[in-house]
Each structure stands twice: as C-alpha cells, then as structure tokens.
C-alpha cells in the first residue's frame, strides 16, 4: 500500500469559509428554484468560498440536480457544490454522498425555507463540518 490512511483525524481544508453575499446568492437561488433542486458549483479565492458557477445543461427537477460536470471547463478555483433541497432537511441523500466522492471537497445543502439556519456544509464523506460565514 502506498498511502495509508491515517486513523482519527480529519483532513484539514484549504477553506477558512464563505463570504455572506455567496451564500445569500445560493439561499435566494434556492428559493427561486423551489420547488425544484438548485444546483451549482462553489469556487474560492484567498482560501473563502467566493462565487458560485452553473453548470451549463445541469437538469433540476423535484427530487434531484443532474450536474453535467463534463460541462464544467478546467478551473482549479472550484472546490465543490451546493444544491438544495426542497423539504427542511438538509442532510445529503445518498445520491449526494456518492457526489461528494467524487468531486470537490466542501458542499452546501440548503433546505426550505432557505434561510440563514437552514443549510449545512458537508465534507466529501458526508460529515457536517462548520463553514464560518464572513461578513
């Protein structure tokens, strides 16, 4: 085995948080989907959580976003997604976890009503993980 996974500890992200505008863009975008999934990517500079980006021909619908992520052009900027749900919970499903594994490393649920106590961020294996909102 080349790389051994080392028991008890939590990688540390490159992530110090998200800046208020971006996460007040992704709860109204939420808002404006619902009742269908809002769907995008995060991207960050400085070490924050910065923009969002959509992803051209992803699918939204009541119960889930299809992300096209071959859509998605080369950027190094992006550290993973955010999506909502349209019920209160914000916890991933396992269609959200298989995601989480597969791309990036910090993504957003935010659930209805979209507001400031209504999202979490999660780690790539489906942990809660606190994300600091910067004013």
């Given amino acids: 085995m080349l790389f051994k996974k080392k028991e008890g500890k939590r990688p540390e992200y490159p992530i110090k948080g998200i800046r208020h505008e971006t996460l007040d863009t992704i709860l109204e975008a939420s808002k404006s989907s619902y009742p269908k999934e809002f769907a995008a990517v995060l991207r960050a500079e400085n070490k924050e959580i910065s923009e969002i ?3 051209p021909g992803t699918l939204s619908g009541e119960q889930s976003a299809i992300f096209r992520l071959h859509m998605l052009p080369v950027d190094f900027t992006v550290v993973g997604t955010a999506h909502s749900h349209p019920t209160r919970n914000y916890y991933p499903s396992g269609a959200d976890l298989n ?4 791309f990036g490393f910090i993504h957003i649920i935010a659930a209805y009503p979209y507001d ?6 999660w780690d790539i294996q489906g942990n809660e993980i606190e994300l600091k909102v910067i004013e």
Avoid: E, I, K, T
């Fill in 116 to 121: 400031q106590n209504s999202w979490a961020a």
């Fill in 53 to 55: 980006l959509l992803v």
């Fill in 99 to 102: 995601l989480f594994g597969r």
